[in-house]
Structure formats: structure tokens, C-alpha cells
């Protein structure tokens, strides 16, 4: 079974089955695969039973979820994942030491939330709206904010933020509190996010629970801020607003407004602490151990296509899911990435983006031809199969020509050209739309052997 911890953009789940007959056609079994672009780890989890999976990205998130989800654990280790682990009197002492701070908003916040009901317009739901639009985070300004916050407005100022950064580790632990409240989080789930990071860091800190177990624990809250997050197509890109219904609920888009804030309340009510325990006992209970050999790494794809990594594992084919529109998962995912970093970055604009992201060259138009051919390049040098998943869409950086043209550059005729919609087909499968545009290219080092 495969563990989804984030919902991803160009996640493969369509995929896997095409992907990984490609990827049986030029590996041996027990052989060594890389998924170089591994986002949310769902194709290397897949391919476990099969071979020694090697994962990598350039983000900290999914490394984080590649060391839960890829990464061989003991036995002892994943018994020993327990929620009274984590809910320990270090949570306490931060929870309770931010419930003092914020106290009155978050007072109003329950009293907001409860008075709604399950009725999502008129007065209680505009008093909510209030709340939801005018929460202070850092950086913005703190005139016209919401009332409640009046006695705590200094808390989001750059004074206190300043001694965060110069040392993320006081106590108590509030950066979800001060950056990424509402519209993103409620500021009840914010101080509950916080609260575990201290109680996990502790632990840490402590030697009462080994990086591993902090690694892990980690990826379930990943989970949870997919689940809660209010943004736009739910990728914590942008903050999702709350859209206006008419006074007699008679305009065309009310029907769908209603829906909308119906989802946003639910999202609201929805405890962390319910959903990481759920998480932790559904990880329990599916995880798969694979080869011990697994290993997760956060690098730019080049430093590790250039080192001794590739001969060590022994690898045999890398799996190529690089970007293929110009948004950059940093500014999509900037969120998971702060939780797991916990830094209290420089952050800019409406979304509070990390002003620090990484800009991949696959995004960047006149850079992702270059960039595709010097990976082309490292692997053939490095003798490496390549399968690769690209999409044909009219938001591509490049067109499906132009990536064949580039691979017969470099591995010439030792090409497989498949199209993911006729592979289904071949299955016996009813192809779709969506499948008709996506194409795996297999670029192979010595011809496949024939099974026929
Ligand atoms: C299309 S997504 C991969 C999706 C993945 N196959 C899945 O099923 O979830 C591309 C990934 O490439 C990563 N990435 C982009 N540029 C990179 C680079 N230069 N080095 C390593 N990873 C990179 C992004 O962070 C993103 O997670």
C-alpha cells in the first residue's frame, strides 16, 4: 500500500503500474533504483517489494517523508512509535505557556467556530470572517487587526521574531503561531503544531527519542498540515479567501461558496492531535520494511548523479520525474518546508513565502533544455538506464519532441517511447484523458532482455 503524506503536484499514482513495468524492463530484481525527483515518495514506495530504493529531492519535506516512507526501520523502531511519546509534559508546558499568551484571541476564536453552527452565512459566520481575515502573522501590519489580538500584537513584531531567529530553540516555540495563522491555520491548530516541534525537539535533545524516531514523528505532521491547510487547491501556495454569498443566497456562485466555506469550517474544527494519532497508527500498521540498503538524500539531482553514491548503491536505472511547468515546489510546499526546518525564515508577500527558496531550472524556460541534457549527460556517462515521465500539456516547459530529442542524443537508438494511456491499454485497462498526455521514455544502457 502506499502512504500518501502530501497531496503533490505531478504526483504519479496514475502512473505506477506503466512506471514500473518500464522499470522492470531494464532492472534486474534486487537491483538498485533512484528516484531522482521523489516529491511526495509514492513511486519509490511502490517499487520497495521489488528492489533497493534510493530516493532523493532537493526539498527537506520530502526527505523527511523519504526517511519514513523508503527508509528501512527495525522492528523495535516502529513499535516503539507512541502517542503518549510525543503528548509528554514538554508539549504541555509549551501548549500551555502559548495558551496563556494568546488567550483571548484564541477564546474567541472557539466562541467563532461554535457559534456558527451549520450555518455557513449572516451574522456569526461575517464575525468569523472578521477573525479569519484580520489575524496578525509577521510581517504584516498590525494596525486593523483583529481586536482580540490586542494585547499580544507585540508577539508577531519583528523585536520578538528577531530573537527567534537568532535562536530558534527559546522557549516557548511559536512559529506557526506568528507566521502561518489564519487564513492558513487556526491559530488553535498553529499553537498545537508548535507545541509538538518543542515536545519532539526535546525528546531530541534529551537522547529520549534517536534522530530516526524525530524523522518520522515529523512526517506525520506533514500529514496534518495537508489536511488543514487552507490555501488554494490545498498546495499552501496561496491563502485561500473566503468568498461572499448574496443576502437572499440567490447568485449562480452561492451554491458554491456555501460549499467552499462548509469545507473551511470543517477544516478549522479539525483537531492536529486527532489527526497525527491517526497517522501514526495507520503508518504502524502499513509500513513496509524493504531492503535495509534504502536511503533517502536532499540534494540538487547533479551533486548526486556526480558522486561515489551512484557506484556505492550500485545503481542500475534512475527514475526521472523532474518539474515540467514553471511552478516552483518551494513556493508551493514553503510551508512543509518551514515546519521541517523550524528556522523562522525572512518570508515575503500574502502567502509568507520563505524569501530563501530554491528556483529549479527545470521551472525556467530558458534553462530547462540545458538542464535536461546535463542530467542526460551525467547519467549516460555514469552508464545509467533512465525512465522517465514527462507530460505533454500545453503548460510544459518542454515539449514531449524535444526531450526525444535530446535522450537519442545521448543514448541514440536504445530508446522506448511509451505513451502511459496505450500502456494501459496493453494492460487490458480503459486508458483516460488525463493518461493520454503523460509519456514514459526509457533510455537503456545494453538492450533489454526479451521475456517472450
Ligand atoms: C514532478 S515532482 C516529482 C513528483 C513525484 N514523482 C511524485 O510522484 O510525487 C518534481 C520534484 O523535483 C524536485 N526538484 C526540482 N528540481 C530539483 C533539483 N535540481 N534537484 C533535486 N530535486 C529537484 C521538486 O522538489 C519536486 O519534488
Known amino acids: 500500500m502506499v502512504n500518501i503524506l502530501i497531496r503533490y503536484l505531478g504526483i504519479k499514482t496514475k502512473l505506477l503500474e506503466p512506471l514500473s513495468c518500464a522499470i522492470k524492463n531494464v532492472t534486474p530484481k534486487n537491483g538498485t533504483v533512484l528516484d531522482l525527483f521523489a516529491g511526495s515518495n509514492t513511486v519509490g514506495q511502490y517499487l520497495l517489494k521489488d528492489y533497493c530504493v534510493l530516493s532523493n529531492d532537493y526539498q527537506k519535506y520530502s526527505h523527511i517523508a523519504a ?56 451574522q456569526s459566520f461575517d464575525e468569523f470572517v472578521s477573525f479569519f481575515d484580520n489575524s496578525p502573522y509577521y510581517g504584516s501590519e498590525t494596525i486593523n487587526k483583529h481586536v482580540s489580538f490586542n494585547d499580544c500584537l507585540s508577539f508577531f513584531e519583528e523585536e520578538n521574531i528577531q530573537k527567534y531567529k537568532k535562536d530558534p530553540y527559546i522557549f516557548p516555540h511559536m512559529l506557526f503561531t506568528t507566521y502561518y495563522g489564519n487564513p492558513y491555520f487556526s491559530l488553535s491548530q498553529c499553537i498545537e503544531i508548535d507545541s509538538l516541534v518543542y515536545s519532539l525537539r526535546m525528546l531530541l535533545k534529551t537522547k529520549s527519542i534517536s534522530e530516526e524516531q524525530y524523522n518520522i514523528y515529523l512526517s506525520f505532521l506533514l500529514y496534518c498540515l495537508n489536511l488543514t491547510v487552507i490555501s488554494v487547491g490545498d498546495h499552501f501556495a496561496q491563502p485561500q479567501k473566503i468568498k461572499p454569498v448574496s443576502e437572499k443566497l440567490d447568485a449562480p456562485r452561492d451554491n458554491v461558496n456555501l460549499r467552499e466555506r462548509k469545507k473551511i469550517i470543517e477544516k478549522k474544527r479539525q483537531t492536529i492531535k486527532s489527526l497525527f494519532i491517526e497517522k501514526l497508527y495507520d503508518y504502524k500498521k502499513n509500513y513496509e520494511y524493504g531492503n535495509p540498503l534504502n536511503k533517502a538524500f536532499c540534494k540538487d539531482y547533479k551533486e548526486l548523479l556526480a558522486s561515489s553514491i551512484i557506484e556505492e548503491y550500485k545503481v542500475k536505472t534512475v527514475y526521472v520525474d523532474p518539474p515540467y511547468t514553471n511552478a516552483h515546489y518551494s513556493r508551493f510546499y514553503h510551508i512543509p518546508e518551514t515546519l521541517v526546518l523550524y528556522d523562522y525564515p525572512d518570508i515575503e508577500f500574502f502567502g509568507r513565502y520563505r524569501t530563501d527558496r530554491f528556483q529549479s531550472s527545470f521551472c525556467i524556460k530558458r534553462q530547462a533544455m540545458d538542464e535536461f541534457k546535463t542530467m542526460l549527460r551525467l547519467c549516460y556517462q555514469k552508464n545509467l538506464n533512465m525512465v522517465i515521465s514527462y507530460s505533454d500539456t500545453a503548460q510544459c516547459i518542454l515539449s514531449i519532441e524535444e526531450i526525444e530529442s535530446m535522450c537519442r542524443e545521448y543514448y541514440g537508438n536504445n530508446i522506448i517511447f511509451d505513451n502511459a494511456a496505450h500502456m494501459y491499454r496493453n494492460f487490458g485497462q480503459k486508458p483516460n484523458k488525463v493518461l493520454a498526455k503523460e509519456y514514459i521514455i526509457t533510455c537503456f544502457t545494453e538492450m533489454p532482455e526479451d521475456d517472450s
Request: aromatic content about 12%.
Open 67 to 122: 526517511i519514513a516512507l523508503i527508509e528501512s526501520h527495525k522492528k523495535y523502531v516502529i513499535d516503539s512509535l507512541l502517542p503518549d511519546t510525543i503528548y509528554n509534559k514538554y508539549y504541555e508546558v509549551n501548549i500551555n505557556s502559548l495558551k496563556e499568551i494568546f488567550r483571548t484571541p484564541l477564546l474567541k476564536e472557539e466562541e467563532l467556530l461554535s457559534h456558527i453552527g451549520e450555518t455557513y452565512y449572516g
